[in-house]
Structure formats: structure tokens, C-alpha cells
């Protein structure tokens, strides 16, 4: 099993910027796409940004030039740095990874528990 764990979330105003952290624990094999989904109150959880093993990344376009995805692949973390942030950008974020437990088993999607952003003076 794996677990995610994600931090750095919290209050900042208007362009400022946040960076979050999300850590994978547990047995497993190798991790492959790791990403962002966010979800604000009353709304579908969206996709912000993804980033496979291969360092190809993804981003949705409302974060383009404002947020960048990267890993440690060493450390099993995606990171999600966070600038120029609007109160639009408020919204619980989300951590998705897959893995699996063998080369030749297929991968599994796990998600962390989330941590909240709010963009507000």
C-alpha cells in the first residue's frame, strides 16, 4: 500500500505564493505520474497539474505561468510551487500518484487527504 501525505497549504493574499509538498510512503515498486487536482466549495475536483516519471509535464491552462509541478524522484515528493496566486485559486488541493508493486502488475491511483489554500486579503 502507499500513502500520501501532502503540506504547505494555508492562507496568503493576492500574489503571494505558496509552495506544497506531497510525500509517498509505503511498499511499493516505482511511482509514475504524480499530480494536482484542486477542489473549491460547491465544485467538480479539476486537474492543476501533472508530471510523469519521465519529467513531462502538464498544467492546466488557468495555472499556466503561475505554478510549476516538479519531483524529487529520490525522495518519492511532487512539489507544487504556487506564485502569483488569485483568490480564484482558493480551493482544497489534492495529491494523485500512481503506483505499483511489481514491473509487471499495472499501476494503482492513490489519493492524500488534501490540504487547503485560501487566497484572501
Known amino acids: 500500500q502507499v500513502q500520501l501525505v501532502e503540506s504547505g497549504g494555508g492562507l496568503v493574499q493576492p500574489g503571494g505564493s505558496l509552495r506544497l509538498s506531497c510525500a509517498a510512503s509505503g511498499n511499493f515498486f516505482n511511482i509514475g505520474t504524480m499530480g494536482w487536482y484542486r477542489q473549491a466549495p460547491g465544485k467538480e475536483r479539476d486537474l492543476v497539474a501533472t508530471l510523469n516519471s519521465g519529467g513531462n509535464p502538464n498544467y492546466a491552462d488557468s495555472v499556466k505561468g503561475r505554478f510549476t509541478i516538479s519531483r524529487d524522484n529520490a525522495k518519492n515528493t511532487v512539489y507544487l510551487e504556487m506564485n502569483i496566486l488569485k483568490p480564484e485559486d482558493t480551493a482544497n488541493y489534492y495529491c494523485?500518484?500512481?503506483?505499483?508493486?511489481?514491473?509487471?502488475?499495472?499501476?494503482?491511483?492513490?489519493w492524500g487527504q488534501g490540504t487547503l489554500v485560501t487566497v484572501s486579503s
Open positions: 494523485k500518484a500512481y503506483w505499483r508493486n511489481s514491473a509487471f502488475r499495472g499501476y494503482v491511483e492513490v
